[in-house]
């Protein structure tokens, strides 16, 4: 595990790779908790950063860890976001689990949602397990892997 001594190197090196591909941006917060380091950026051009359904921000995520992981030579997770773009987008999932929820419970119909990467369906799954109205499952393969909301029996 990285130690929090560490910190500032690691925001040199953050600065750095930023520079380099030519971004202006700035460090909102930078923690480790249990083995996982925390980096929120503010950026001038977030929509550049985080890409389309955050794909490029997640690839920043893996250059980025793969640079630090080679610094370092510990074993550690990394999550970066840009302009709270990760808390919203959970809290927007949230929000469309529990309409959904609400919705097969009323209707007592099941529901399925959009095509969603994993980390997106766990949050669903999560935000819906404490309910008895209603069960989640995950379908199909790939990137057509997917969430169907089904009445409880």
Known sequence: MIAKAKLKEIEKIVQDFFGK???LIEIKDLFIKEETIFLKLKSEEPK?????????????QHLLKAILKRKF??????DVDVDDYKEKKIEYLKEIARGTADEVALIKKEKILAPMPAYERR???????DRSDVVTESIDQGP???IVVKPAD
């Open 73 to 78: 030579l510990e074993n550690f997770f990394l």
């Open 21 to 23: 591909i030519g971004f």
């Open 48 to 60: 550049v950063l985080i890409g389309k359904n955050g794909c490029t921000l997640l690839e920043i």
């Open 123 to 129: 949050i669903i799954h999560l935000e819906l397990a």
């Open 144 to 146: 057509e892997r997917r």
